[in-house]
């Protein structure tokens, strides 16, 4: 019975070791990111960032590749920039760019469509993680 004890350690040794190298973030809040992702943004910038969504094939200007944010960035993810962003606080190039403003109308509007219009910082948060995972 005391045997299993080495094994069990050695595994967990190794799955620490492996989560070190590939997950530089907290997996619950990327995992939850991507949920947010996949619901909100996807539909234009494609389900990797890399634009091509179903909803941007209609659009006068494609949605920008999201996969290439840091890589337009001189290598350093602009998580400050995104943020606001998305909270419809930078001027849009295109003034009639059809990203709606999800300071306005919250994280969640294709979920629960007129409900819940705040932003909340732990669904930012995640949601900045999971981009960041994307990052080519
Ligand atoms: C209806 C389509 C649509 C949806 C949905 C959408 N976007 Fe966009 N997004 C765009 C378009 C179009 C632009 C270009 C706007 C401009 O140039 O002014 C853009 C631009 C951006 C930019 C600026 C990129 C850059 O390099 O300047 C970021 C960041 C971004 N979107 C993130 C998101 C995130 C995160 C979500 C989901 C929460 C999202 N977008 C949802 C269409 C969309």
């Given at each position: 019975m005391f045997s299993r004890f080495p094994l069990s350690l050695t595994a967990c040794a190794l799955a620490l070791a492996g989560c070190a190298q590939t997950a530089a973030f907290d997996t619950a809040s990327v995992t939850r990111g991507k949920a947010i992702y996949a619901a909100e943004c996807a539909q234009c910038h494609g389900a990797t960032g890399m634009g091509g969504g179903d909803a941007s094939l209609g659009l006068g200007a494609p949605p920008p590749t999201l996969a290439g944010l840091t890589a337009r960035n001189d290598g350093v993810f602009p998580r400050a920039f995104v943020q606001r962003f998305v909270l419809g606080k930078v001027e849009k190039?295109?003034?009639?760019?059809?990203?709606?403003d999800f300071g306005t109308v919250g994280l969640a509007h294709m979920q629960k469509a007129g409900d819940v219009a705040q932003v909340s910082s732990e669904d930012m948060t995640a949601l900045l993680d999971y981009l960041e995972t994307l990052q080519k």
């Open positions: 190039e295109d003034v009639d760019a059809a990203m709606p």
